[in-house]
Nanobody, 124 residues
Framework: QVQLVESGGGLVQAGGSLRLSCAAS????????MGWFRQAPGKEREFVAA????????SISDSVKGRFTISRDNAKITVYLQMNSLKPEDTAVYYC?????????????????WGQGTQVTVSS
């Protein structure tokens, strides 16, 4: 079993920055990829970014490319999502998730473990 705990969400003005953290514990060796997803009210959960633990390979959604960066600290078993130049449309609950393989890392399918989510609200 793997436990994922997100933190770092909050209220920020447009143009501001936030850094989300996702700390993993438990049988983390089963997760080779960690991803960030978000879900706004009334919308489907969408892919934001993902990273491979060992290689550091990343994938970023076009909607946040150039503004968001994903990184990891293997020693702390923590994944980060640095969010800059935030826009009101970035408002959502952000979830981190883990999966055992890199294929399909931009879709929700295949992610076996999910955190509880952290709210990000960007005011205009």
């Amino acid at each position: 079993q793997v436990q994922l705990v997100e933190s770092g969400g909050g209220l920020v003005q447009a143009g501001g920055s936030l850094r989300l953290s996702c700390a993993a514990s438990g049988r983390t060796s089963s997760n080779s990829v960690m991803g960030w997803f978000r879900q706004a009210p009334g919308k489907e959960r969408e892919f934001v970014a993902a990273i491979n633990w060992s290689s550091g390979y990343t994938s970023i959604s076009d909607s946040v490319k150039g503004r968001f960066t994903i990184s990891r600290d293997n020693a702390k078993i923590t994944v980060y999502l640095q969010m800059n130049s935030l826009k009101p449309e970035d408002t959502a609950v952000y979830y981190c998730a883990g999966r055992p393989n890199i294929v399909g890392m931009t879709t929700t399918r295949g992610y076996n473990y999910w955190g509880q989510g952290t709210q990000v609200t960007v005011s205009s």
